[in-house]
């Protein structure tokens, strides 16, 4: 079987012709792996039908989709155990360091490697036959690096069984491999939330799943952990929620944003320095002081320091002469750690923080013991940083959402319905999760909500909705810069040779020049929905949000004139009997295999 090559598009096409691929294993060998099961009892039933199918099945790649909570770990310990009764030799890896540990110690899974440190390895010595490979957190799996594993085990003939969660954050890489491969081989789903102590909660969280924002966050609302209004009232108020939750158990805040997180770990910090739970003095971190009784967080591996990404700890001593810090680090692996200066001051990087405060990105795979405190606005919110920022806290988490402040003071919100949840209803029901290049490239996807934004604030709207190509192509022109030298990069990061690149951007060009069908995007009318929502309030809108919503509103009215004309121009020319170019006695548009829209009576 040839292997795949280095570009990141042709491992996913590779990927996708060989994704069916079976396993040498005769079926006794996965006979035997079903008889191992045990524990069956301690396992709930999606958990026990997982597995079962699991260890049935002699598939070369298995998928498992396994929300917040759903006991991933515990189900994957038993297949592990039933695979090693039937002679197979079983692998773990992780994207991280810390998501290694955790899948090795959860499901005692021992080889147990990062995604990098397993490649590597793999260079030196193939897989043995009768492997089973399982890639926890896989939809944080850059595709490059998944279309290697991949290859390197079906030339093996080994199994690789890859557990993820396509509704959480994505890779920071080229991703979308493994929503790719779910919605190509379907998965095997833990569905039930064994995470959150509330039943509505947990109902709220499923909504969010499913894409049901409003209802979700009107459940949160409704029990006040949801708070709106201006930044500095809400960050004053989240901190001091936080205080008072760490009495009852773990807290922690999080935020989108370092920005965020370095003002919200500085207010911590002064609560905690005012109590006298931690020593004023210490080191100058990169502007941050960080002195005994902190909580702190590693940012780095380092094998020489004993340290991961992810680790945290408790300073208990600061050696000023020196620059070095002594940490006790917590569960599971209680242990002293000291990081010299030359660790966290290594070429001008952020490598060890305050950990009162943390990203939403660095929290995805992690539980409180607890409460969590989010802390988000407009520009960084979406559907997967809401879920995982919502499902961390086991007992409460609460959402600190700071909109646009509105300029007229004397309007009250009593009087209408909050602008700041319609516009966090909106925010939070845009998807920024990744796709594979290849899917992308064969069914072009529709411009985002924050293209139809930036196109608006340049003047620019059109009067159609259009392809994110397009899209990027009117914002080249509204900035001046090489038409289409945004996408065409976009599209070469991705895989995309040049030459492919160059024609994804020509044919988007000639169908903006042609009367292109419209498309369905949502995009425009969501966002002309958001300002018209909060214009209706009462609340006076920015000078270039008013622009905005007047290019919008200008736009719409285009686009309705249009339809109507072509509905009526299609009444006109509808035949009285059926005909060749039609189905079932209504007529077809040939161009899209759709039927007319109905004239109006």
Same mark, same amino acid.
């Given at each position: 079987?040839?292997?795949?090559?280095?570009?990141?598009?042709?491992?996913?096409?590779?990927?996708?012709?060989?994704?069916?691929?079976?396993?040498?294993?005769?079926?006794?060998?996965?006979?035997?792996?079903?008889?191992?099961?045990?524990?069956?009892?301690?396992?709930?039933?999606?958990?026990?039908?997982?597995?079962?199918?699991?260890?049935?099945?002699?598939?070369?790649?298995?998928?498992?989709?396994?929300?917040?909570?759903?006991?991933?770990?515990?189900? %994957?310990?038993?297949?592990?155990?039933?695979?090693? *009764?039937?002679? &197979?030799?079983?692998? !773990?890896?992780?994207?991280?360091?810390?998501?290694?540990?955790?899948?090795?110690? !959860?499901?005692?899974? +021992?080889?147990?490697?990062?995604?990098?440190?397993? &490649?590597?390895?793999?260079?030196?010595?193939?897989?043995?036959?009768?492997?089973?490979?399982?890639?926890?957190?896989?939809?944080?799996?850059?595709?490059?690096?998944?279309?290697?594993?991949?290859?390197?085990?079906?030339?093996?003939?080994?199994?690789?069984?890859?557990?993820?969660?396509?509704?959480?954050?994505?890779?920071? #890489?080229? !991703?979308?491999?493994?929503?790719? %491969?779910?919605?190509?081989?379907?998965?095997?789903?833990?569905?039930?939330?064994?995470?959150?102590? +509330?039943?509505?909660?947990?109902?709220?969280?499923?909504?969010?799943?499913?894409?049901?924002?409003?209802?979700?966050?009107?459940?949160?609302?409704?029990?006040?952990?949801?708070?709106?209004?201006?930044?500095?009232?809400?960050?004053? *108020?989240?901190?001091?929620?936080?205080?008072?939750?760490?009495?009852?158990?773990?807290?922690?805040?999080?935020?989108? $944003?370092?920005?965020?997180? &370095?003002? %919200?770990?500085?207010?911590?910090?002064?609560?905690?320095?005012?109590?006298?739970?931690?020593?004023?003095?210490? %080191? #100058?971190?990169?502007?941050?002081?960080i002195g005994v009784g902190d909580q702190v967080i590693v940012l780095r591996n380092? =094998?020489?320091?004993?340290?991961?990404?992810?680790?945290?700890?408790?300073?208990?001593?600061?050696?000023?002469?020196?620059?070095?810090?002594?940490?006790?680090?917590?569960?599971?692996?209680?242990?002293?750690?000291?990081?010299?200066?030359?660790?966290?001051?290594?070429?001008?990087?952020?490598?060890?923080?305050?950990?009162?405060?943390?990203?939403?990105?660095?929290?995805?795979?992690?539980?409180?013991?607890?409460?969590?405190?989010?802390?988000?606005?407009?520009?960084?919110? /979406?559907?997967?940083?809401? /879920?995982?920022?919502?499902? *961390?806290?086991?007992?409460?988490?609460?959402?600190?959402?700071? !909109? #646009?402040?509105?300029?007229?003071? #004397?309007?009250?919100?009593?009087?209408?319905?909050?602008?700041?949840?319609?516009?966090?209803?909106?925010?939070?029901?845009?998807?920024?999760?990744?796709?594979?290049?290849?899917?992308?490239?064969?069914?072009?996807?529709?411009?985002?909500?924050?293209?139809?934004?930036?196109?608006?604030?340049?003047?620019?709207?059109?009067?159609?909705?259009?392809?994110?190509?397009?899209?990027?192509?009117?914002?080249?022109?509204?900035?001046?810069?090489?038409?289409?030298?945004?996408?065409?990069?976009?599209?070469?990061?991705?895989?995309?040779?040049?030459?492919?690149?160059?024609?994804?951007?020509? $044919?988007?060009?000639?169908?903006?020049?042609?009367?292109?069908?419209?498309?369905?995007?949502?995009?425009?009318?969501?966002?002309?929905?958001? &300002?018209?929502?909060?214009?209706?309030?009462?609340?006076?809108?920015?000078?270039?949000?008013?622009?905005?919503?007047?290019?919008?509103?200008?736009?719409?009215?285009?686009?309705?004139?249009?339809?109507?004309?072509?509905?009526?121009?299609?009444? =006109?020319?509808?035949?009285?009997?059926?005909?060749?170019?039609?189905?079932?006695?209504?007529?077809?548009?040939?161009?899209?295999? *759709?039927?007319?829209?109905?004239?109006?009576?």
């Open positions: 079987m040839c292997s795949p090559s280095s570009s990141a598009l042709s491992l996913q096409r590779w990927t996708v012709r060989t994704q069916g691929w079976r396993l040498f294993l005769p079926t006794c060998w996965t006979t035997r792996c079903a008889l191992g099961l045990e524990r069956l009892a301690s396992l709930g039933a999606d958990q026990v039908e997982a597995v079962a199918r699991l260890a049935r099945s002699g598939a070369g790649v298995e998928c498992v989709e396994a929300g917040p909570g759903s006991g991933k770990t515990t189900a %994957l310990g038993v297949y592990v155990a039933a695979c090693r *009764r039937a002679g &197979l030799a079983v692998i !773990g890896c992780a994207p991280s360091a810390r998501a290694r540990d955790e899948l090795r110690l !959860g499901a005692r899974i +021992e080889p147990c490697y990062t995604v990098d440190g397993l &490649l590597l390895a793999l260079r030196r010595s193939a897989l043995a036959p009768r492997s089973v490979v399982i890639l926890d957190e896989a939809s944080m799996a850059g595709s490059r690096k998944l279309g290697r594993l991949l290859g390197l085990a079906a030339a093996a003939g080994a199994k690789v069984v890859l557990v993820g969660d396509t509704k959480q954050l994505s890779s920071v #890489d080229a !991703g979308g491999g493994f929503r790719g %491969l779910v919605a190509r081989l379907g998965a095997h789903r833990l569905v039930e939330n064994r995470r959150q102590v +509330e039943g509505w909660e947990r109902e709220a969280l499923r909504n969010l799943r499913e894409g049901q924002v409003r209802p979700a966050l009107t459940a949160y609302a409704a029990r006040g952990r949801l708070q709106m209004g201006d930044r500095e009232e809400l960050v004053e *108020r989240m901190v001091d929620d936080w205080w008072t939750a760490r009495a009852d158990g773990e807290a922690v805040m999080q935020a989108s $944003t370092w920005r965020d997180v &370095l003002e %919200l770990n500085d207010r911590a910090r002064g609560k905690l320095v005012k109590a006298g739970e931690v020593e004023r003095e210490g %080191l #100058d971190i990169r502007g941050v002081t380092d =094998r020489t320091v004993g340290v991961i990404n992810g680790t945290l700890g408790t300073v208990t001593a600061v050696d000023r002469q020196r620059g070095d810090l002594v940490l006790r680090t917590v569960e599971p692996d209680p242990r002293d750690v000291r990081l010299p200066a030359s660790y966290w001051n290594a070429k001008g990087r952020r490598r060890v923080s305050l950990a009162y405060c943390r990203t939403i990105y660095k929290a995805q795979g992690a539980t409180y013991r607890g409460e969590s405190f989010t802390l988000a606005g407009d520009d960084t919110i /979406h559907l997967e940083a809401v /879920h995982v920022a919502l499902s *961390r806290g086991t007992r409460a988490n609460t959402l600190y959402y700071a !909109g #646009d402040p509105p300029l007229d003071e #004397d309007h009250h919100a009593a009087e209408a319905p909050a602008p700041e949840f319609e516009q966090l209803v909106a925010a939070a029901g845009r998807s920024r999760s990744q796709v594979m290049a290849l899917d992308l490239l064969a069914d072009a996807a529709p411009m985002t909500e924050a293209q139809v934004a930036t196109l608006a604030r340049c003047g620019v709207v059109s009067e159609r909705n259009l392809t994110w190509v397009q899209a990027s192509l009117l914002i080249d022109d509204a900035n001046g810069r090489e038409r289409g030298e945004r996408a065409a990069n976009w599209l070469r990061a991705n895989g995309a040779q040049p030459s492919e690149a160059a024609r994804i951007v020509a $044919t988007a060009s000639h169908d903006m020049r042609t009367c292109a069908p419209l498309r369905a995007a949502n995009a425009m009318d969501v966002r002309l929905a958001v &300002l018209e929502a909060a214009a209706g309030s009462g609340r006076q809108l920015s000078q270039a949000a008013a622009g905005e919503l007047a290019a919008l509103q200008g736009s719409g009215a285009v686009a309705r004139a249009r339809r109507r004309e072509s509905r009526e121009r299609w009444a =006109r020319q509808a035949p009285a009997e059926p005909t060749p170019a039609s189905r079932n006695g209504v007529l077809i548009d040939i161009g899209s295999g *759709r039927p007319p829209p109905r004239a109006r009576r």
